[in-house]
């Protein structure tokens, strides 16, 4: 997928340090960070749905104190009370959903 890397990309030729790693490789990474950046496939009233190493790699930084930041662009932003899916769904693959509070120390 990697849908970040041009985004790395980006930033890194604007003089941003920046690490880029697949969600499975960042954990090892996030304690030498300054944040971590993360995308978001939709934003909701009460929630960030992403995909799925987004819930522990952003527990992961909550644990050691680095913040984290969802970039999205406005495509992304759903329409006040629109019925996102939620965890609880039993098509819904564990873990693909998680409330932004989940992410604070």
Aim: net charge negative.
């Amino acid at each position: 997928m990697n849908e970040g890397r041009a985004f790395a990309i980006s930033l890194a030729e604007s003089g941003v340090d920046v690490r880029y790693a697949v969600d499975a490789a960042a954990h090892a990474l996030v304690a030498e960070c300054d944040a971590v950046l993360i995308g978001a496939d939709s934003i909701g009233d009460q929630r960030v749905v992403n995909k799925i190493g987004s819930a522990g790699l952003s527990q992961t930084a909550a644990a050691v104190g680095v913040p984290v930041s969802v970039l999205a662009d406005e495509t992304t932003v759903l329409p006040l009370g629109f019925l996102q899916m939620l965890e609880d769904d039993p098509w819904l693959p564990s873990g693909a959903c998680w409330e932004l509070r989940s992410c604070r120390p």
